[in-house]
């Protein structure tokens, strides 16, 4: 009896030992893998997955092995709801998510009534954290922030010009045209056309013929890189010399690869390259060695897991409401984008967008 009392007591204690080397912290990358915006989809995740390579060669998170688990929006809100409810039922804690606005809304409703933290590097709307759901946050800025940049340069650069207003009626495009529209508007600046098209057409002649009757010298695009592309093709097609001016949506170089040439001179509202923060240097390296370009938003995915690995260690908890709670005090975040610190609504409080020009198939900021 007391030696299988000694191998019952030994047994537990090997299972327990065995627990926290076998445990997994799960952490959910969503967004488009596959559709139009799969390259936006393919930055988060490989952002992701080398911030949950570096952390976990480093130990993990509380000794716990960090595992990326990804699901797949297309960028379609209702199948992004579901991507929601598949993390929340696979034991997801910590969601580094989604890409568009209009996916990121509803899902987070999801994150908020089942207590998953959720980060996103991309959705810009500013109606995402001006909910109050204290587990919502973003390491990118806001559309009127974006949209106010937009319209200075334009004052600035392009007062005078015929400009006109195009989105894709989606929560991001629709907000940040009409937040550009808005501070234009206020510099006295009135645009000569606004529109909305359907994403996902090939066929944009109508409205290209339009923009060359009223002789525009600017468009002003809110949407995303396929749309953009097509629009730059078409204009050039029937002779427009029109520039296009965009926002984040455009920033990756599948936009040149949709445009073709013409697209050089297009102007485009993003953070300042994180790729050339020092900050950044040695996980650059890492993806210059697997070749990737840790372009647009994939460094941005890299600091929301950083966030998320500092708030664990500063609480010592993989208590979500207690990592929002750290998360929301205003404590700074070293990061590959620089210190990041954030709002009680889950905004970073240093924003700072520049002007880029596409040229010779990328962007460098004026």
Request: aromatic content about 8%; hydrophobic content about 40%; some cysteine.
């Amino acid at each position: 009896m007391k030696k299988l009392l000694l191998a019952g007591l030994a047994l537990g204690a090997m299972a327990a030992l065995a627990v926290p080397a076998s445990a997994q912290v799960k952490v959910g990358v969503g967004g488009p893998i596959t559709g139009a915006n799969a390259t936006f989809g393919a930055q988060l995740k490989n952002g992701a997955e080398q911030w949950a390579t570096d952390v976990n060669a480093a130990g993990g998170l509380l000794g716990q092995k960090v595992e990326i688990v990804v699901g797949d929006d297309a960028s379609k809100p209702e199948q992004g709801v579901s991507v929601a409810n598949k993390f929340i039922a696979d034991g997801v804690k910590f969601v580094i998510g989604h890409f568009n606005s209009g996916v990121s809304i509803p899902a987070s409703e999801q994150y908020a009534e089942a207590g998953v933290l959720a980060i996103s590097p991309a959705s810009t709307n500013p109606k995402l954290t001006e909910r109050g759901l204290a587990n919502v946050f973003r390491t990118c800025g806001r559309d009127d922030q974006q949209g106010l940049v937009a319209a200075e340069y334009i004052e600035k650069n392009l007062k005078g010009k015929k400009i006109a207003i195009v989105h894709d009626k989606t929560p991001y495009g629709k907000g940040l045209a009409d937040e550009t529209q808005k501070s234009m508007n206020k510099a006295g600046i009135k645009e000569v056309i606004y529109e909305g098209i359907n994403p996902g057409e090939k066929d944009y002649s109508a409205l290209v013929s339009k923009l060359k009757g009223a002789n525009v010298d600017v468009l002003y695009y809110g949407g995303l890189h396929t749309e953009a592309g097509l629009l730059v093709r078409q204009m050039r097609d029937q002779g427009l010399k029109t520039v296009l001016f965009s926002g984040d949506g455009i920033t990756d170089k599948e936009f040149w690869t949709i445009a073709g040439p013409g697209a050089e001179g297009t102007l485009m509202t993003f953070g300042p390259d994180p790729r050339k923060n020092p900050a950044a240097t040695k996980v650059v390296d890492e993806f210059k060695k697997k070749g990737i370009d840790p372009e647009g938003y994939v460094l941005y995915s890299y600091a929301a897991g950083q966030v998320i690995q500092q708030a664990v260690e500063a609480t010592k908890s993989l208590d979500t409401a207690k990592v929002a709670e750290y998360i929301h005090s205003g404590k700074a975040f070293d990061t590959v984008l620089g210190k990041l610190t954030f709002d009680k609504k889950g905004d970073r409080t240093n924003l700072d967008y520049v002007v880029y020009v596409w040229k010779d198939g990328g962007y460098t900021e004026l």
